[in-house]
């Protein structure tokens, strides 16, 4: 995006932000939030800095920790991508002593540091009540207050638990909370948070249970990537941060929690929804007058610091006359070319989704809609080690339920990564299409299935096949979609 300048030099900026370090307030309304831990930045060219170097000015109040992407036998599995390799021994579990370090001095700054749970891809689904309880206790002996040998973050005591569900079967979700609260109601009178980041669609299908039936702190929503997203504000009526408001004072348990504009951090942070810092300015300007405005959360928090849309949103959250002006910070230095990108996957990229108005469902897929993908008109793409820009072949006009354009194209991928973002240039626009691969043997040979992303955002599975086989996507649910990505895993 292009940068505003006015007449706020930079010297001044460092001054500005210094005088707004405090201690996290949750019933502020004036909070910014950032995720970090999954290197997005990477995308636009840069590379996302440790935790700490993020908390050494008052622009940011509270980081949200990205991810603990996967739950196996009630075990969490915690992915931050090139920030820690190295785990405990004959454990998956990281073991990350410099971010503990950096999570311990960010507390000392006054900053909330809360580990986020789900993402777009993963698998973390919490089917009852048991499930629930039995993960809490995990959670709180790993990360909070409870005790272990294989704590990820050593002595640090996280300040609580976000809630990032997009998919799974999410039921246990409510037993979780609850439990953590009882937990949190004997930790020695330290506070803990619980906060989520449902999607801007009412209700939130992944997070609706735990919304409508435990207690939140903030919930910060994701205002992008959907019909009812901030690129809607100005132009029609779908833009619902007054639903979410609504929420707030009618069904949610905690009638003062704070509800967030969660915003991409700049370009290349999302499908659908950047925006730069004077239409911010205008949007924060309007939603500020609701009863439970709490702030403005973004992903993430290397994207948000190149493009430097989170420092101005926290000049104009916190008075500053010169608020709506986008000072830019300095470009995060590039990885290495010679480093391979490690497995990375933003929670909040998505192939953009179609305008729909709230009051119309999202059409079911039905044999009609579904698009079988056609292995002889396929084009492989580049081997890379790092993440693949794809330009792929399109295949003949189509005609489906959901008018859906279709493009197909065969990766093969020469390492053994679960989860890979493929760059799909489409007429000239970039799009950013996640694929995870699912292999029970967690050896990265020929995955189980694929999970992918259709052109409404619905997650689907692609059965695994060989190059030159028939796929079945034609039996697969949800399978009408604008990309195909067949993925073929080797060592």
């Not at 960010?106 to 689904?125: E, M, P, R, T, W």
């Not at 937990?183 to 906060?195: E, L, M, N, P």
């Not at 989520?196 to 992944?206: E, T």
């Not at 500020?288 to 989170?310: E, K, P």
Request: glycine letters at 10%.
């Amino acid at each position: 995006m292009k940068l505003l300048r006015g007449t706020l030099h930079a010297a001044s900026v460092v001054v500005l932000l210094s005088q707004l370090v405090s201690a996290f307030d949750p019933s502020s309304r004036t909070n910014v939030v950032n995720y970090w831990g999954q290197n997005s930045v990477s995308y636009t060219g840069g590379k996302e800095g440790d935790l700490i170097d993020y908390c050494q000015d008052g622009t940011v109040n509270v980081f949200a920790i990205a991810f603990i992407s996967q739950i196996q036998n009630g075990r969490p599995i915690l992915n931050l991508a090139n920030h820690c390799a190295q785990t405990f021994p004959s454990t998956t579990l990281l073991n990350c002593p410099k971010v503990s370090q950096d999570i311990k001095a960010c507390q000392a700054n006054g900053k909330a540091i809360v580990l986020s749970i789900g993402g777009a891809s993963g698998a973390y689904s919490l089917s009852d009540a048991a499930a629930g309880r039995a993960f809490a206790d995990q959670i709180w002996d790993l990360f909070l207050g409870g005790a272990s040998e294989t704590r990820p973050f050593g002595d640090a005591v996280l300040d609580g638990i976000d809630l990032d569900l997009e998919s799974g079967q999410n039921f246990g979700y409510v037993a979780f909370v609850d439990s953590l609260r009882t937990k949190f109601a004997g930790g020695g009178g330290r506070k803990y948070y619980i906060t989520a980041a449902p999607q801007c669609p009412y209700p939130d299908i992944a997070t609706k249970d735990a919304l409508e039936h435990s207690w939140f702190d903030l919930v910060w929503v994701q205002f992008y990537n959907n019909y009812c997203g901030v690129n809607d504000f100005g132009t029609g009526t779908l833009f619902n941060f007054a639903t979410w408001n609504n929420w707030a004072t009618t069904v949610s348990l905690n009638k003062n929690v704070r509800i967030l504009l969660g915003v991409p951090g700049g370009p290349g942070a999302a499908g659908t929804g950047v925006i730069d810092a004077a239409r911010l300015s205008t949007i924060l300007a309007a939603v500020q007058t609701y009863s439970n405005f709490g702030g403005v959360m973004m992903w993430d928090a290397g994207i948000a610091r190149q493009s430097g849309l989170a420092a101005s949103a926290a000049r104009f959250l916190r008075g500053s006359s010169s608020g709506a002006l986008d000072t830019p910070h300095p470009p995060a230095a590039p990885a290495p070319p010679s480093v391979a990108i490690p497995t990375v996957t933003p929670p909040h990229v998505h192939v953009p989704t179609v305008t729909v108005p709230p009051a119309i469902a999202p059409p079911k897929p039905t044999e009609n809609n579904q698009q079988p993908s056609n292995p002889a008109l396929q084009q492989p793409a580049p081997a890379s080690p790092s993440v693949p820009t794809v330009a792929p072949t399109p295949l003949p006009a189509t005609t489906s339920g959901d008018s859906a354009p279709s493009t197909t194209t065969t990766l093969d991928v020469a390492a053994a990564i679960p989860t890979l973002n493929i760059k799909v240039f489409d007429d000239g626009k970039l799009t950013i299409v996640r694929v995870h691969v699912h292999n029970s043997t967690q050896k990265g040979y020929e995955p189980e299935w694929v999970t992918a992303w259709d052109w409404q955002g619905r997650p689907y599975k692609i059965p695994s096949y060989k190059p030159g086989q028939p796929s079945g996507n034609s039996g697969v649910l949800g399978a009408g979609f604008d990309i195909v990505v067949e993925a073929n895993c080797r060592k």
